[in-house]
């Protein structure tokens, strides 16, 4: 009764609210002393080096992911964006204490709003996955929840949802190819929104009735 009593808190819409302020909050106070820490590094470095040769040495790089951050914007790939902003502001940081000091401040902040997207999303999709009001294939996958352990425990996690508190705000199918079948294959991209939030989860639906995990080398491709 314990371990089930959690279970319904976990994954009620309060929880998921709490975890997501608690979220905003630590983002907000790392990014801070993240902040705070690359600067004193800047300082130092500058003290160390000397002005003009720490401003030949980062000026190039810097103009080349100012260009490249904006590429990547203009072209709509924003998933690259991070990671062309880690590559070009973070080497820098490895000279002195103050610098890895905000790198930790970093990856303390990139862990919790990863660990509480993955939570919040899990809900939406067991129950974009298998409610009986969203589910494309509900019947299908009702039949197979005792003979799959992850299905099992989705339904479980389903039980403790409130229905009420999702809004499905836009749905599209997309088409893809799967390279190891050559088969064209559907997959259906969902995004709810969840009461008391901000902003809205998208997750994706891969249409199978059955558990299906895909090799990292075997993505199909749009």
């Known amino acids: 009764m314990l371990a089930v009593r959690f279970q319904y808190w976990l994954y009620s819409t309060k929880t998921l609210k709490i975890f997501y302020g608690l979220r905003l909050l630590l983002t907000i106070g790392f990014f801070g002393a993240f902040l705070l820490g690359y600067a004193l590094n800047l300082a130092y470095v500058f003290v160390l080096y000397g002005r003009d040769f720490v ?13 490249m951050i904006l590429w990547a914007l203009l072209t709509k790939h ?38 509480e997207k993955s939570h919040r999303t899990y809900a939406v999709k067991v129950l974009s996955s298998f409610s009986k009001t969203y589910s494309p294939l509900y019947k299908e996958r009702l039949a197979n929840k005792k003979d799959y352990r992850a299905y099992t425990y989705a339904y479980r996690v389903l039980d403790c949802l409130q229905e009420e508190d999702y809004t499905l705000v836009r749905e599209k199918t997309v088409t893809i190819s799967n390279k190891k079948t050559g088969i064209y294959e559907k997959t259906l991209e969902r995004t709810f929104k969840i009461k008391g939030i ?25």
């Open 198 to 222: 901000l902003g809205t989860t998208t997750i994706k639906d891969e249409l199978y009735s059955r558990p299906y995990k895909k090799a990292f080398f075997l993505r199909p491709s749009i």
């Open 55 to 67: 401003t030949l040495s980062l000026s190039p790089l810097l103009f080349l992911g100012v260009v």
């Open 78 to 115: 924003y998933s690259l964006v991070k990671s062309i902003a880690i590559v070009v502001f973070l080497p820098i940081t490895f000279f002195s204490e103050y610098g890895l000091s905000s790198d930790l401040y970093l990856f303390a902040l990139f862990l919790i709003s990863k660990i």
